[in-house]
């Protein structure tokens, strides 16, 4: 789908009803906060403000589409391994391949670092997410019933579903 320019960047492009698209994935940086902070509240639950991405002691990355931001992707390392703490693509831009670009960076970022496995967790609820992360390769560990809380009153908990990983070493 896309080939590896630099450490952290990737890119590719696709055809769509309006013609071809490209996109390209980069680690954010600080002219993305305000256009983060006013997306991701829509997207993912959270303080998304612009204070809260400044001061995030995480590593992000940004997927952008014919040069507009798309999506984002939040993680850590701890020794060998690669969390993935958020992950999301603006809804006008869902079902084109941009999440699994995401995801692929991330996991790429991760390898290059030296981790052997990523983890993840997602709401049960989330179909279109599971379908990804089984598609490249996570395998269910384990579930946290009740984990997330219904996103309207009245609205049940879902289960927290874990994953997992194994990470190729990157040649080199």
Known sequence: ?????????????????????????????PDDVLPLSIILPA???GNWSPEALRS??????????D??????AEFYQVV??????????????QSRGLGRALLVSVMAEGAR??????????SAANTAAITLYEKL???????????????MPGEPAQDALLYSCLLSPLPG
């Open 137 to 151: 390769g996570f395998i269910r560990d384990g579930s946290r019933p009740g984990y997330y809380a219904g996103n």
């Open 113 to 122: 670092t030296g981790c052997t496995r990523c983890l993840l967790e997602v």
């Open 80 to 93: 060998d391994e690669c969390h993935l703490l958020a992950i999301a693509v603006n809804t006008t831009c």
């Open 43 to 45: 997207l993912l639950p």
């Open 1 to 29: 789908m896309g080939d590896s320019l630099t450490p952290g960047l990737h890119a590719g492009e696709f055809t769509g009803e309006s013609g071809k698209h490209h996109w390209v994935v980069r680690p954010a940086c």
């Open 67 to 72: 040069d507009q931001l798309a999506g984002f």
């Open 56 to 65: 995030s002691p995480y590593q992000s990355r940004v997927i952008l589409l």
